[in-house]
């Protein structure tokens, strides 16, 4: 039992933190079908507030996951968020350590 918790370990050591939180999660498996967003779109999708969606973009923007593009639509602004290829990368990255740690668990119930 020992190497299945070592093993467990090692596959949950490789999920990227920045996915931990649902809205973050959220957010890119949105954006990888749309490919962009607006944030008034994200924020209705994902049922958030204003300060709290602003907050989980500004991480994944330091990660380098997100592009946001800001501009006006006539006089009011609007803010544009797209998803990056490393953004891309990371999200499937993580699924596949998900399904990975999904069989290794299946395998140990088996």
């Known amino acids: 039992m020992v190497e299945a918790d070592v093993a467990i370990q090692a596959l949950l ?5 920045a996915f931990q939180s649902k809205v ?6 949105a954006l990888v ?6 944030f008034r779109g994200l924020k209705r ?7 709290n969606l602003a907050s989980h973009l500004a991480y994944l923007e330091r990660r380098e996951f997100v592009r946001i593009e ?6 009011r602004p609007h803010t544009e ?5 490393e953004g891309r990368l990371g999200f499937r990255q993580y699924i596949e350590a998900l399904a990975r740690i999904v069989g290794a668990a299946g395998e140990l119930g088996a």
């Open 45 to 51: 999708t994902l049922q958030v507030t204003d300060g």
């Open 24 to 29: 973050r999660l959220g957010i890119v498996a």
């Open 81 to 85: 968020v797209f998803l990056t290829e």
């Open 13 to 17: 050591g490789r999920l990227d933190d």
């Open 33 to 38: 079908g749309a490919g962009s967003m607006d």
């Open 70 to 75: 800001k501009s006006f639509v006539g006089r």
